[in-house]
């Protein structure tokens, strides 16, 4: 803990460091200056506060938030065993407290703000703690407070989704030190390419809700994470079977139901194409359930409540780039091509390959978002997002997409790796045998679900 503790103390100094920069009025004294007139007569023309677009936004932010906490916890604490359950609830929780004070601190400023020389691949510090943002300060045609947030609830459930991957087996301490990491080395950045006006965007990659900054980026850092720490003691001879699938339907539900905040305000506004967001995002996740319930059934001669809810989150993760840019039978078909893929991902694949992903981030989030990006560039309807594809005769755009796809998981993939190793090296990554054994809840926590 010694090693933990100085990681936490060169945080806070680095904090005050920051905070000092901040306030001294002097150091944005250049910054301010240099074109500062013309953008203000831009922003008089162009921004004028929409409260009904402000109203849903605000109702957006508060169901993502739903999404993490307590959706999320449930969903992953109930698919886990009974002795580790706390551990995951507290991950979550913790997660989300954590990126929130990051995302303020410089996270924001990284993803959407102008980086200059680097704007391509990553955002300046002009807006650390938010500076230069007033409660005035608009973006569009809400306040840049609010986007701040719901931003910020992206930023904090994205790494939350990556616990999955690696539950009952990684210390508490390396989850805290390895998200903030991850946030600020892997997220902002591809937050940025993507919707930052970073290269990918520039690239014409459509990505309206996060398929690849928020899925891929959690499913490929899921795998990693899941390949480094190695499997569960015990995978393969043990029953691993969830402890109480009412909390991971409980679960599910409220991420279904938060999804429309994710996705619906990503449109930004109570505008007519948040209505189609809305039609495509439901189409889609019940196509996607469907179809893992029918081959579950035909496969395994049953249908699982377990199965039914995989392919509900599968289908919200595939449309989640694609729900701005398609019609419903665009979504249609991405859902029930989620709900098959997602399937065999999670189960034929995951077995044959014999990794232990505890809770198929990757079968999933990865999976999923891979198969929703790649096939926005199939059904991408110009008439309602803008850019045309392959079935309106731009099979360009598909390409397009598989280039947004492979950059994300070539990043991701080597910056997570290399940020394990280092939070290894700080205060090790797995516990040990007999704490895996005997359980998360009661060794890490001093607690457990009687």
């Not at 990684?170 to 937050?191: D, E, H, R, T």
């Not at 008439?383 to 099979?395: D, M, Q, S």
Request: aromatic content about 10%; some cysteine; glycine content about 14%.
């Amino acid at each position: 803990m010694t090693t933990l503790a100085k990681f936490l103390f060169g945080v806070v100094a680095a904090l005050v460091l920051a905070a000092l920069y901040h306030v001294d009025p002097a150091l944005a004294q250049d910054a301010a200056a240099e074109g500062a007139e013309p953008l203000a007569e831009a922003a008089e023309e162009v921004a004028t506060l929409d409260t009904g677009d402000t109203a849903w936004m605000l109702t957006s932010t508060v169901l993502v938030l739903m999404m993490a906490i307590p959706g999320l916890a449930l969903f992953y604490g109930g698919m886990v065993r009974k002795k580790n359950i706390l551990s995951v609830v507290m991950q979550c929780f913790a997660i989300v407290c954590l990126m929130s004070i990051v995302w303020f601190v410089v996270g924001y400023s990284l993803a959407f703000t102008d980086g200059g020389s680097l704007n391509s691949y990553v955002g300046g510090l002009s807006k650390m703690f938010l500076g230069g943002v007033a409660v005035d300060t608009l973006s569009g045609t809400i306040p840049e407070t609010v986007f701040f947030t719901f931003q910020m609830t992206f930023f904090a459930i994205t790494p939350a989704l990556i616990v999955g991957a690696f539950a009952d087996r990684m210390k508490f301490s390396a989850v805290c030190i390895f998200m903030v990491l991850w946030g600020l080395i892997v997220y902002a950045p591809v937050c940025h390419w993507v919707w930052g006006g970073g290269f990918l965007s520039e690239d014409g990659v459509l990505d309206f809700a996060g398929g690849t900054v928020v899925h891929i980026n959690a499913g490929v850092a899921g795998l990693v994470c899941a390949l480094f720490l190695g499997k569960r003691t015990g995978y393969g001879s043990e029953n691993m079977a969830p402890y109480n699938l009412v909390y991971g339907v409980i679960g599910a539900s409220l991420l279904w139901v938060g999804w429309f905040g994710f996705n619906v305000g990503s449109a930004l506004g109570a505008s007519a194409g948040a209505g189609m967001v809305m039609v495509t995002t439901q189409i889609a996740t019940a196509a996607a359930a469907l179809s893992w319930m029918f081959i579950e059934w035909i496969v395994h001669k049953k249908p699982s409540i377990l199965g039914i809810i995989s392919g509900a989150i599968a289908g919200l993760v595939a449309i989640t780039p694609a729900c701005g840019f398609v019609d419903g039978f665009g979504a249609l078909w991405i859902g029930i091509a989620a709900g098959l893929i997602c399937f065999f991902m999670s189960t034929t694949v995951k077995k044959a390959l014999g990794y232990d992903d505890s809770l198929d981030v990757w079968g999933i989030h990865g999976v999923g978002g891979i198969i929703g990006a790649l096939l926005t560039g199939v059904f991408a309807v110009e008439a309602i997002g803008g850019t045309a594809g392959l079935l309106e005769g731009n099979p360009g755009q598909v390409l397009t997409q598989l280039w947004g796809i492979v950059a994300t998981m070539v990043w991701c993939a080597i910056a997570t790796f290399v940020i394990l190793i280092v939070t290894n090296i700080l205060v090790g990554v797995r516990v040990s045998q007999a704490v895996e054994v005997e359980g998360l809840d009661i060794n890490l926590h001093g607690e457990v679900v009687q």
